[in-house]
């Protein structure tokens, strides 16, 4: 099983970045992951490009997330919500909508924040955009709190964290082979 991560923060050494890496470390066996990299090329979403031929960047993006069995979404919170790259993402995997690439396809979302938390609301806001662009979202969503506490040489050091993490990786690997 092929699985695509999206992190929606756009800095290398991020706590979602962070995590990201460490999700494709975690993967439970006959799954395998790839972080996606191109979310800050990806032009704003506008209708007017989005026809016949749209951007080279677009393309890559939705050919990605359609090759993908599955997809995980890491997203910092930015203002009580998802962080713009991740909803400009999935605006541009929803289209054409109803079809887009993300139609039909299984998700699960994590946050790592600073913030006590661990990015409820980003969660929440990821769970209800993913939903409506038609993934199927797993209901448990996974927050790592007080991020800079939790990772030690960009390795996530919390063992109860940890378990969470295998546990939100649990729930994909279950709405794949159902």
Known sequence: MNVLILSG????DSFNALLARELVEMMPEGMTASIYDGLGELPHYNEELDGDVVPAPVAA????????DAIIVVTPEYNGAVSSAIKNAVDWGS????VGALAG??????SATGSPRGG???????????TVAGA????????????????????????HLRTRVEQGLAQLQVSLDA
Not at 105 to 110: D, L, R, S
Not at 120 to 130: D, G, M, S
Not at 136 to 159: M, N, R
Request: overall charge positive; proline content about 5%; aromatic content about 10%.
């Open 9 to 12: 923060s756009l800095r290398a």
């Open 61 to 68: 993006f939705r050919g990605a997330v359609g090759r993908a």
């Open 95 to 98: 289209r054409p909508f109803g």
């Open 105 to 110: 396809k299984p998700a699960v979302v994590f």
């Open 120 to 130: 409820e609301w980003a969660r929440e806001n990821a769970v209800r955009i993913l």
């Open 136 to 159: 199927v979202v797993a209901e448990d969503t996974v927050g790592i709190p007080s991020a800079y506490e939790v990772f030690t040489d960009g390795k996530l050091t919390d063992a």
